[in-house]
């Protein structure tokens, strides 16, 4: 029940049972126990344990509350790295049956490295430059361009806000905002599309530092905050570097001019959102710390609140290759047509049940019968 985090009122009405079992007064039948076991997302052998499994995350975790190690990851947090390895792990044997070379910059920096130049660079390798935001509409627009230049450069850039395709099962953006899975053929950036929007370029950007570095992560990435880690200091410092570089913001500012009116052309310039913008003033020392903090918790404030306004289901043939990549459904695609998978694994892979639903899925990412 403690691992689940589902809530034993809820538990409780479910199986009315629960307290006796508890206590012992009573056992559950083992189909009783089935359902239990589904209802806390829990595999029913742990259920069979004398002692609860130590669970822990199988890359590296560098979250922290308040300065402290997170303990104990939440099985939605646990399913959704693993489901992740497991479409890593079928992407680089694709790659490597079709002659895909390795990916180059894949570990290709070190922290040693100077941050404008290691963001130069992967800013060159995406093509994400400052003047081509310029001509973008939107920061939205944006952060749909940041994706694509990195799943055509070869990263399985994955943005779900649920636990596979299950919808109940939504993803904590208090508890993770991303992950990153180092390959030189399959590099993996997860975006925990739960998170804000405003939220979701800074964390694209950070996990990316971590592909260059070479080294898997676990990540509460936030230009809020500076983080503790070596590792995740470095990551942020690039990240930063990528999407606004702190000579061009020192440059463009606006002094005398109200804050708010400056976040919002700031951020009109550099296609980013208003939060980055403010990280960056704050970097350039434009801002204090009080000043920086109070700013930035009622923009974030401001962002939900539009956020919430807004929210709908999305087309499902649009948000699943979001959810899974594109470059990994058009591979799954390809490789089920071509006969080097089969349907029931690319159905797994991509979290469709109907062969009609596939079939359209397919032609959305580009691939025809």
């Known amino acids: 029940m403690e691992r689940s985090d589902v809530g034993e009122d809820r538990l ?6 629960l307290e006796e079992w508890r206590s012992g007064a009573r056992q559950p039948t083992f189909r ?7 209802a806390t997302h829990t595999p029913i052998g742990y259920l069979f344990l004398n002692e609860p499994p130590v669970e822990q995350v199988p890359i590296p975790d560098f ?5 402290q190690q997170v303990a104990h990851p ?3 947090l646990l399913e959704t790295i693993y489901l992740c390895q497991q479409r890593q792990e079928w992407y680089q044997q694709y790659a490597r049956s079709v002659g895909e070379a390795p990916l180059s910059f894949v570990g290709s920096v070190n922290r040693s490295d100077d941050i404008v130049a290691t963001a130069d660079r992967i800013r060159e390798a995406l093509g994400f430059s400052i003047d081509q935001r310029r001509r973008l509409r939107t920061w939205m627009e944006a952060l749909r361009t940041f994706i694509r230049q990195a799943d055509e450069l070869g990263v399985l850039v994955m943005v779900s806000g649920v636990v596979g395709s299950n ?4 993803l904590d953006p208090d508890e993770f905002r991303g992950f990153a899975l180092v390959d030189p053929f399959a590099p993996v950036v997860f975006v925990n599309g739960a998170d804000s929007k405003a939220a979701q370029m800074f964390t694209v950007a950070h996990e990316l530092a971590h592909l260059w570095l070479g080294e898997s992560a676990l990540s509460d990435v936030s230009p809020r905050f500076t983080p503790a880690h070596d590792v995740e200091r470095w990551c942020n410092r690039v990240a930063a570097e990528l999407l606004v570089p702190l000579a061009a913001v020192r440059d463009a500012y606006q002094e005398a001019e109200p804050l708010q009116e400056e976040l919002s052309r700031l951020a009109r310039q550099f296609k980013v959102s208003t939060l980055v913008i403010l990280r960056r003033l704050y970097d350039a020392r434009r801002l204090n710390r009080d000043q920086f903090g109070s700013a930035y918790d009622a923009e974030l404030q401001r962002l939900r609140e539009v956020a919430s306004r807004g929210k709908g289901g999305g087309d499902y043939y649009l948000t699943t290759p979001a959810r899974v990549s594109h470059r990994l459904a058009r591979a799954v695609a390809t490789a089920a047509w071509e006969g080097r998978a089969s349907f029931t694994e690319a159905f797994r892979l991509l979290g469709c049940r109907k062969m009609a639903t596939f079939e359209e899925l397919a032609q959305t990412v580009g691939v025809n019968r």
């Open 12 to 17: 409780c009405q479910r199986f009315p049972k």
């Open 32 to 38: 009783q126990l089935q359902d239990f076991a589904k």
């Open 63 to 67: 979250r922290t509350i308040g300065g």
């Open 74 to 76: 939440s099985p939605n």
């Open 167 to 170: 919808t109940r099962r939504k």
